[in-house]
């Protein structure tokens, strides 16, 4: 059986080929990372956003009890009752 040697031309392509899926499956895990990191925090910003909504619930209940209903102007901090 006669030993056949690729090029170097042969083996170049070949290691460039590897290389590419290297690249690029070291990029694709790098953007799934970066993905998990955004989902994270867009749990978090989540969950702070409920946190307010529930301290805002909270005061406007207390504002409500003490002044009734109505609107605050936050510039002069005046109250304006409903009619």
Avoid: R
């Avoid at 056949?4 to 694709?28: H, M, R, Y």
């Avoid at 409500?64 to 009619?83: M, V």
Wanted: charged letters at 30%.
């Amino acid at each position: 059986m006669d030993k056949k040697v690729l090029t170097s031309e042969e083996i170049q392509n070949i290691k460039e080929l590897k290389q590419g899926f290297f690249d690029l499956t070291s990029n694709l895990g790098n953007i799934e990372i970066q993905i998990m990191n955004l989902n994270l925090k867009k749990e978090q910003l989540k969950s702070n956003l409920i946190q307010l909504q529930e301290q805002e619930q909270v005061l406007a209940n207390q504002l409500e009890e003490k002044y009734g209903k109505g609107s605050i102007s936050l510039e002069t901090g005046e109250f304006l009752p409903l009619e």
